[in-house]
């Protein structure tokens, strides 16, 4: 008798938005920029912004229990709680620690995980990795952010990309030799750190050429950041699908990080796919940076387009520089 191989598949999916929009309109009273611009340019038409006091624990522990309700397991089932964000309430306790409490999970472990936008998929392929080694049966990887608390509301380069929110999904152990995760690449070049910066995030002081300090804002090359993002995440994809012995024509669904259309146009393009299977959803929610992928993933599964034995590809780029690309068959 054969025996199949111990893997994993996503088993529930959730997603936790703030109530509050902000649309280019506002940011048009803001600082000197668009609608036209920013939907040209960018694709985003409105974002979400956490409430006073609605903080990344909050945002990540819905999602999360929304991920849970799916899966149809109790919180004390779970072994491990990831959780990706550049922006938690503290550095500790950590947002898993947060989110451990908030759900009851009382025999997870807990990690934050920093990765900026990439951030889901390495909490993925961790969670693979010790449900692949028999180590684990039930994973929370969840991914939350509150960007507007590190935007610079002044500079139009950046403030009009950004928006708050989370995604989680629930990996749990299955037997099979053709579903759930199918492969994974990881990437990153430290090089490039320089073209996407949060400063005064940690104990390094950044100062202005006068010796003033500068704010705790996102700083950001743009252009090489688009660059770098097109090339790496094309690549990326490229790797997960031939260590699945996938090609492009067997993608169901495509659900690239929503950084700018512009960019998952690009990199679609580069892969072959065509516009109908690439998810998109940057115009409602602009870049929620780690994010991105499961709040996606999770509307991709409420609207049906996420069946049983589709092939699912996400893939993404972020800070760091950092990125990393995930093929999955839906058990
Ligand atoms: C940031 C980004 C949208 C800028 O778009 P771009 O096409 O590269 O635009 P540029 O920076 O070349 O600027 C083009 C012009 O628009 C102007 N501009 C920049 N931001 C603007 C804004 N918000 N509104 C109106 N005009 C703007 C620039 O000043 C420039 O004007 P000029 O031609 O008179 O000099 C784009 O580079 C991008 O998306 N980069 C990747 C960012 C990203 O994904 N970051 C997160 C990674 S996870």
Request: charged share 30%.
């Given at each position: 008798m054969s025996v199949r191989k111990i893997t994993a598949k996503i088993t529930g999916v959730g997603k936790a938005l703030p109530e509050k929009r902000l649309t280019n309109a506002d940011l048009e009273k803001m600082v000197d920029t668009s609608d036209a611009w920013i939907s040209q340019r960018v694709g985003i038409k409105e974002r979400r912004i956490a409430a006073e006091g609605e903080w990344t624990s909050h945002l990540a522990s819905r999602a999360a229990a929304d991920a849970l309700k799916m899966s149809g397991l109790?919180?004390?089932?779970?072994d491990l709680i990831l959780v990706a964000t550049?922006?938690?309430?503290?550095?500790?306790?950590?947002v898993a620690c947060l989110v451990q409490k908030e759900l009851g999970a009382i025999h997870a472990g807990v990690l934050d995980i920093s990765a900026a936008c990439t951030g889901f998929i390495y909490g993925a392929s961790l969670a693979w990795g010790m449900i692949k080694a028999g180590l684990m049966k039930h994973v929370l990887v969840v991914a939350a952010e509150v960007n507007t608390s590190i935007?610079?509301?002044?500079d139009r380069d950046t403030c009009i990309l950004f928006g708050d929110g989370a995604g989680a999904a629930v990996f749990s152990e299955c037997h099979s030799?053709?579903?759930?995760?199918?492969s994974i690449k990881l990437g990153g070049d430290g090089n490039y750190g320089e073209l996407l910066e949060l400063p005064n995030s940690g104990c390094r002081v950044y100062t202005d050429e006068s010796g003033n300090k500068l704010g705790r804002y996102i700083i950001m090359q743009g252009n090489e950041v688009f660059k770098q993002a097109v090339r790496n995440m094309a690549e990326c994809a490229v790797c997960v699908l031939d260590r699945a012995g996938?090609?492009?024509?067997?993608?169901s669904l495509f659900i690239p990080h929503q950084a700018n259309t512009r960019i998952i146009e690009a990199v679609a393009k580069r892969l072959a796919v065509p516009a109908e299977k690439v998810f998109v959803n940057i115009a409602n929610y602009g870049n929620t940076s780690a994010a991105t992928i499961p709040i996606a993933l999770c509307e991709a599964f409420e609207q049906g387009?996420?069946?049983?034995g589709d092939v699912i590809v996400v893939d993404a780029f972020g800070a760091g520089l950092t990125w990393g690309a995930m093929a999955i068959r839906w058990a």
């Open positions: 109790t919180a004390d089932q779970i550049s922006t938690p309430d503290t550095v500790y306790p950590s935007v610079d509301w002044k030799d053709t579903d759930g995760i199918l996938l090609t492009t024509q067997e993608v387009r996420v069946k049983k």
